[in-house]
């Protein structure tokens, strides 16, 4: 009980964005209530820079249904209502406006559902008091990661003029799907927590560790009170997630089917509205919705697909990140940059390079760095088929895969672990990815002859099963490995599927080469018990590099202990799949066989000075870019390795020696243990291994300074003094050339 209460604590600091010692100078703050069409009152907050008080300016709308703005339940002191975003884009002459919608926080009503048609339509009223406002010049964008970075997408759908241009963050295109019931499946473990934690704002209960403030025209409180006895008749989100099984069950006028972007596809055209999208591979099903809105929306699109957390938080590549999260790629402030100069652009008329951005920038996970794309998949993509073979291989020859069943007694106990992608979204941090032998060895799996040439896969795989079931219902996951030739396998993506959505129907909103499952009601069918049938599903999109001498794997199991309730409830199920023939299962991955394009927007570039347009008045200051190194266009030309081998070997020896000293790696004035000073260092090193053809250009251009603040990583051994990690590693190259 005491490990919930603070999981749900700190999904609270999390949601409700509150950061340490953040105060509001410098910020002129107002708070009221405004009324909604149909009269429903809603809360709203308006922060305004104090040095533009005169000044008329664009607003950045954050819809929440985590509380605009609170107090301290025992002090009564306002607690922060800033993010360090939030306060990046006040210093940059933007009026940030903090809502809290409908049944939530102060606002008055009630919300039968997230993202329920009323709040949508509340979006026109809201726009439409913010730009009567005399502080406003009548320009409106908005903003927000997850539950806000939707409902910013969702304000496109209410088409009012004013809205130029909206930054959905780690967002949900289809509720049902990610997160709802991923796969058909009930994850129990992140619902209730989550449906305890809205649960308790809307009744302002101090067990959330903060309480609702009252708009500045409700000192005693009186409208507060009226506006929770309304919160009354919200629903558990819980329990109606359990009890709405199904995509089209009735949640109160609505179904799931009804609710977030892909319902609201035609308005969200019909808006034009220009959208930067960020999410992650690693996230939920974050980036498969980004996908699909990018190839079947009109709207002008920007994308970024990272290998972050959750809302960016933190980097979360299996190749870089073991048991200990790592720095964000890109850094917390380059991510700030992006959305402000997106803002820029579009709110204030500023020429500063974003209509030149490419269309997708996406990390591609092996080798470590961005790439660039004007279409997905990149273009030189096809699908290609590898074959299940019976006894546990996976091989692209049809005729190499021998025939035969494989049988499979769920294990239970197989799980993602507790910093998966699911957990991502309580704010978790994604841990120990990096080595799943131990879980491969209790699920199925079939894994390829090592790589002849590096394979990189770039879309959507898909999962062709013929299978069998001893029960009526259960599921099967899917995981795809990366085996590394010392046979440590690296977790790439995953699918899955409840087995009674098995039915394969069209999609009724846009044409997809993937299997589509309605998740319907009508749809439903139970398992034959014995009977071989075709079980189709998609993993999450991905993109990554196989290199030379890897193996692929794929494992399923029947369980995720760690995510999603058992199924059937005993968890007593046998599962067999036919491999080899004609009939045999396959696995289909998307094969690059182009080469990718590199994107440098996220290594140190010169900051160019923009041209604005002439009107409106650009802000020059908001239009200069930030990035973090140069693109190699500017780069100090890398002199011709004599030897390749012998500075890979020697960088190797380099990043194993500060791993395993036992030393302490000093980063911008923090410690980290020797292995984290590792992981930072391989990945800049996997990012920038071009800058590095020797062990000494490792050292001074990549092993010595912070690319972000410039300063010098410091290393601090038992007994020893602190030393600048330059010498350091100077000291230990000279004593390997040495030996060798």
Known sequence: MRLRTVCLVNLCYLLLVLPAGADSSGVVTSSNYIQAKDGTRL?????????????????????????????????????????????????????????????????????????????????????????????????????????????????????????????????DFDAYTSPVRPYGLLASSFLSAWGQLVGWMDSNNPAMGSQVNPVADDANGELLAQALLEHRDNPDVFQLAVATEFRDDDLGGASWADLGPLHYRSAIQLSAVPMLVLVSWLDAGTADGALLRFQHFSNPQKLVITAGTHGGEFHASPYAVGSEPLPPVPSEQQQFELRRQ??????????????????????????????????????????????????????????????????????????????????????????????????????????????????????????????????????????????????????????????????????????????????????????????????????WPISARIRKGHRLRLALAGADDAVFDQLPPDGKVNLTVLSGGAKGSRL??????????????????????????????????????????????????????????????????????????????????????????????????????????TAEQFIDRIASISSTTTKAYQIKCTGRPVVDSRDWFLARLEEYRAER
Request: glycine content about 8%.
């Open 43 to 171: 809360a709203v907050d308006v922060h305004r820079p104090l040095n533009a008080a005169d000044q008329k300016l664009p607003a950045l709308l954050v819809l929440t249904r985590y509380l605009r703005s609170s107090i301290d339940p025992v002090t009564g002191k306002l607690n922060p209502a800033l993010s360090p975003l939030d306060r990046h884009l006040l210093d940059h002459q933007y009026a940030i406006v903090k809502i809290d919608v409908r049944g939530s926080g102060a606002s008055f009503g009630t919300r039968p559902a997230e993202y329920g048609p009323e709040e949508v339509r509340d979006g026109y009223a809201i726009v439409d008091w913010v730009v009567s406002q005399p502080w406003s010049n009548g320009i409106v964008g908005a903003y927000g990661t997850s539950y806000t970075g939707t409902t910013a997408e969702l304000l496109t759908a209410a088409n009012h003029p004013a809205v130029r241009a909206v930054i959905p963050g780690w967002s």
């Open 342 to 539: 997106f803002f820029d652009r579009h709110l204030k008329g500023i020429r500063n390079g974003v209509d030149d951005w490419p269309a997708i920038r996406f990390f591609n996970l092996g080798d470590e760095q961005f790439y660039q794309t004007d279409a997905w998949p990149p273009r030189g993509t096809r699908n290609t088929t590898f074959h299940m073979s019976w006894g546990g291989g996976l091989t692209p020859e049809a005729g190499a895969a021998e025939s035969g069943t494989d049988y499979y007694s769920v294990d239970r106990k197989v799980n993602t672990g507790e910093g998966n992608r699911w957990a991502a979204q309580m704010g978790r941090p994604i841990l120990n990815l990096d080595d799943r032998g131990y879980m491969d060895s209790r699920m199925l799996t079939y894994t390829t002859a090592p790589l002849e040439d590096d394979l990189q896969l770039s879309g959507t795989p898909v999962l062709h099963l013929q299978m069998s079931s001893d029960r009526t219902d259960g599921m099967v996951l899917a995981y795809l490995e990366d085996v590394d030739p010392q046979g440590r396998s690296r977790y790439l993506t995953e699918g899955g599927l409840r087995l009674i959505h098995r039915k394969v129907g069209t999609n009724p909103y846009f044409d997809t080469l993937t299997p589509y499952h309605s998740f319907a009601r009508a749809d439903a069918e139970p398992m034959p018990p014995h009977d071989m049938v075709p079980v189709s599903f998609q993993l």
């Open 588 to 693: 289909v991955l998307p094969v690059v066989e182009a080469s990718l394009q590199p994107d440098w927007s996220f290594v140190p570039a010169p900051v160019t000075e923009p041209t604005p347009d002439p009107t409106p008045e650009p802000n020059p200051e908001a239009a200069q870019p930030i990035q973090e190194a140069p693109p190699p266009a500017v780069v100090e030309t890398v002199p011709a390795r004599s030897d390749d081998t012998l500075a890979a070997e020697e960088i190797a020896f380099l990043l194993d020696a500060l791993g395993n000293s036992r030393c302490t790696f000093i980063r911008n004035g923090r410690r980290h243990r020797s292995t984290t000073g590792e992981s930072h260092l391989r990945s800049k090193y996997l990012k920038a291994r071009e800058f590095a053809g």
